[in-house]
């Protein structure tokens, strides 16, 4: 007998016996770590972070929806600042040269300026805010031939009232003027 091809035939069928002995072998994992607390760990991981992805999206929604609630809060406050800014600036109109009745306006203006003068000058020790009232809604001619005498009688008293007279904003015209 040959005993040539066996060597052959053997050599094979070992090496498949030994490829297969290995492959059934149990794959040896470092020591200390788990493959399945691993992959646990990890499915929560994943969990957690859907989780937050989810509440930073509702985070996100309700930022956005107080956002849109501030600048509406902004923009009613301006408004609101502007209304109160206006209303202070009538009420210091209103300060500086009160309306006036139409009627004195229209006495004074028809009184001789000696008297009118005279009343003038009681008017302002009595309220300067009303004499600047006066003579803001008197025509310019007739105030100019009014303050001419009350200059005559009390010059302090006439720069002092031309001042308010000059720094106080008109109202609405007097009817009647001429």
């Known amino acids: 007998m040959n005993l040539r091809p066996v060597p052959w035939i053997v050599a094979p069928v070992i090496l498949s016996a030994g490829v297969l002995w290995l492959s059934a072998q149990e794959k040896k994992v470092p020591e200390g770590v788990k493959v399945p607390e691993l992959a646990e760990k990890l499915q929560s991981r994943e969990k957690e972070l859907g989780q937050k992805e989810a509440q930073l999206r509702e985070l996100e929604q309700r930022l956005a929806t107080l956002q849109g609630t501030l600048d509406k809060d902004r923009n009613d406050l301006l408004g609101r600042e502007k209304a109160v800014q206006e209303a202070l600036a009538k009420l210091e109109s209103l300060r500086l040269r009160p309306p006036v009745d139409p009627q004195l306006v229209r006495t004074t203006e028809a009184m001789d300026?000696?008297?009118?003068?005279?009343?003038?000058?009681?008017?302002?020790?009595?309220?300067?805010?009303?004499?600047?009232?006066?003579?803001?809604?008197?025509?310019?001619?007739?105030?100019?031939?009014?303050?001419?005498?009350?200059?005559?009688?009390?010059?302090?008293?006439?720069?002092?009232?031309?001042?308010?007279?000059?720094?106080?904003?008109?109202?609405?015209?007097?009817?009647?003027?001429?």
């Not at 007279?165 to 109202?171: F, M, P, T, Y």
């Open 113 to 178: 300026p000696v008297a009118g003068a005279k009343s003038i000058k009681e008017m302002a020790a009595l309220n300067m805010e009303l004499t600047t009232g006066l003579l803001g809604a008197m025509t310019p001619k007739k105030a100019a031939k009014l303050m001419d005498q009350v200059s005559l009688l009390d010059a302090p008293l006439a720069g002092k009232l031309m001042e308010r007279v000059g720094k106080s904003r008109a109202q609405e015209p007097a009817k009647g003027k001429t």
